[in-house]
């Protein structure tokens, strides 16, 4: 083979019209309040959130090693947060979504500091017993009612936009864009500098070290990270349900289980893994949310068959099946006359 016709490149040209097709999906998207119902917007809406939520999660376990089952206290913490400016401060609502990003990453530094200090399963239990802390302080907040909760007052609701169907439409573009930035931002992140110290820790922690890459301070930016967009993500949840409670804001079945579920059918590590399983996960609780608790019992079958069958997830089967990468983050041997191949 000459080797003067190799070349080293992230993408391949099916990654690169996957690119393509995606931005034209989300154009599409953008369009909906032309073209879809108001029960099909809010159904959307609800998966860009999950996605979104799935999406950070990923980021901390799949790439950090960080698994954490408390990330509903930034959930919970960004949805009294803006509450809390909206009602008390005057603060229009989307730029409480964004204080709240911010006020996040700065309790994110303690607890970080806090919690970086156990590991495997003592983190994990480490970070619902923050989560549990933060409900429980909230809780006491009588002006945000308590233990029972309150609701976002008229005026603010009204802030937003002058009638229903434009407050909808742009709950509903404030969804999509939240998941666009966020897949972005993981994606721009995981290429860069620090991404490629990320993987490096993935694969062999003890070797990263080795190389002088500071593990610590590369996990603990991660999780800053993912805990401001987290609280973004959590007060616009709870900006689009209009009423907030510790147990709805800090539950640690909708933000976290449905969560981990859904990284992992969809396919833990990768950047497509989330949005297949968040896809997987709506059809199935559209198809089997009438049967009630046996709803869950479903869910569960089908994760346990998932990990059994395909322990990369539905995602790593696509890939290995058809050799595919919507997100290139690696890079790629080419040469003209062969297909590409993962360096």
């Known amino acids: 083979m000459n080797n003067n016709n190799l070349q080293v490149r992230r993408g391949s040209r099916s990654s690169i019209i996957a690119m393509l097709v995606m931005v034209i999906v989300v154009a599409i998207l953008a369009a909906a309040p032309w073209w879809a119902g108001r029960a099909d917007m809010r ?8 996605l979104s939520l799935a999406s950070l999660w990923n980021l901390m376990a799949g ?4 698994v954490s ?14 509450f809390a400016l909206t009602m008390f401060a005057g603060v229009h609502p989307v730029t409480a ?9 700065v309790i994110a530094v303690p607890v970080a500091t806090l919690v970086f200090r156990l590991r495997g399963a003592y983190f994990a239990i480490g970070t619902w017993v923050v989560a549990e802390v933060f409900r429980l302080s909230f809780a006491q907040v009588t002006s945000l009612g308590g233990g029972s909760g309150t609701s976002l007052p008229i005026k603010v609701i009204k802030s937003m ?23 972005t931002t993981v994606f721009l992140f995981l290429r860069s500098r620090k991404g490629l110290a990320l993987s490096a820790i993935r694969d062999n922690e003890l070797a990263a070290g080795s190389l002088g890459i500071n593990i610590w301070r590369t996990k603990f930016l991660v999780y800053v990270v993912t805990a401001a967009l987290t609280a973004m993500v959590g007060a ?8 907030i409670s510790p147990d709805a804001a800090f539950s640690v079945n909708d933000w976290t289980a449905f969560v981990i579920f859904i990284v992992g059918i969809g396919g833990i590590g990768s950047l497509e893994g989330p949005i297949i399983g968040t896809l997987v996960f709506f059809a199935l609780r559209e198809t089997l949310a009438d049967l009630g ?12 068959v998932v990990m059994l069958k395909a322990p990369q997830g539905l995602w790593g089967i696509i890939r290995a099946r058809w050799d595919i990468q919507l997100f290139p983050l690696g890079y790629r041997v080419s040469n003209h006359n062969s297909t590409d191949k993962p360096l």
Do not use: D, H, P
């Not at 089952?69 to 947060?81: L, N």
């Not at 229903?164 to 897949?183: D, K, N, T």
């Not at 616009?236 to 009423?243: A, G, H, P, V």
């Open 161 to 183: 936009a002058s009638g229903r169907q434009a407050r909808e439409w742009m709950s509903y573009w404030l969804a999509l864009g939240i998941a666009v930035l966020v897949i």
């Open 63 to 66: 790439y950090a090693g960080l």
């Open 293 to 304: 608790t046996f709803y869950l019992i479903a869910l569960g079958l089908v994760a346990i």
């Open 69 to 82: 089952v408390g990330q509903q206290a930034y959930v919970g913490f960004g949805g009294y947060v803006l």
């Open 236 to 243: 616009l949840i709870f900006l689009q349900k209009l009423r």
């Open 43 to 50: 159904l959307m809406g609800e998966i860009f959130l999950y």
């Open 97 to 105: 979504l964004v204080c709240a990003g911010l006020l996040a990453a």
